[in-house]
């Protein structure tokens, strides 16, 4: 309720009231998609685990390396104005970054050896620094109501994970 008062010219006060029935309710806070997306931003959501093929560190220089990690959609409740708020969370892009300068951006999160999803080709020997960042989007509710999309989205950098990029020299076996 508001209490109102005037001030006349004459320096008098006068007492206007209030501006709202008594038996007014005030209306109950509302949970917004932009509130929703700043408790996003403080939840620790998890980094994706980068996978390279060939395993163990090394690749070859003119050599398709693969990419991958798995990651899935995940769900998490928070309290937002007194109310429970229920997020579900996925991974809506991935951003490779491959340690030579070069990075790309897909939807997708890669696969394992054969289906070659996301690759890169080394053209020069050295060590490289290689990681993933994922972009998480969310949907949320209110206790049991519908479902809303949240306005915007939050991006967990990955570690970076070394890779020595080598040449090799073709040599016969006989048999």
């Known amino acids: 309720m508001v209490y109102t008062s005037y001030v006349l010219e004459s320096g008098e006060i006068v007492e206007g009231g209030t501006n709202c029935p008594e038996d007014a309710v005030a209306a109950p806070p509302v949970v917004t998609p932009g509130?929703?997306?700043?408790?996003?931003?403080?939840?620790?959501?998890?980094?994706?685990?980068?996978?390279?093929?060939?395993?163990?560190?090394?690749?070859?220089?003119?050599?398709?390396?693969?990419?991958?990690?798995?990651?899935?959609?995940?769900?998490?409740?928070?309290?937002?104005?007194?109310?429970?708020?229920?997020?579900?969370?996925?991974?809506?892009?991935?951003?490779?970054?491959?340690?030579?300068?070069?990075?790309?951006?897909?939807?997708?999160?890669g696969s394992p050896y054969p289906d070659l999803e996301i690759t890169h080709r080394?053209?020069?020997?050295?060590?490289?620094?290689?990681?993933?960042?994922?972009?998480?989007?969310?949907?949320?509710?209110?206790?049991?109501g519908a479902w809303r999309g949240v306005d915007g989205t939050v991006t967990i950098p990955g570690a970076a994970e070394g890779l020595r990029v080598v040449t090799a020299r073709p040599v016969l076996v006989g048999g």
């Open 35 to 109: 509130l929703v997306l700043r408790a996003l931003r403080r939840i620790p959501l998890p980094a994706s685990e980068l996978v390279v093929q060939p395993p163990g560190g090394r690749t070859l220089v003119n050599f398709e390396t693969n990419f991958y990690t798995e990651r899935g959609e995940l769900t998490r409740v928070v309290r937002l104005l007194g109310r429970r708020v229920e997020l579900r969370i996925w991974p809506e892009s991935f951003t490779w970054r491959y340690g030579d300068g070069a990075s790309e951006r897909t939807s997708s999160a």
């Open 122 to 144: 080394y053209l020069a020997k050295g060590r490289v620094a290689v990681s993933v960042d994922t972009t998480y989007a969310a949907d949320f509710r209110v206790g049991a």
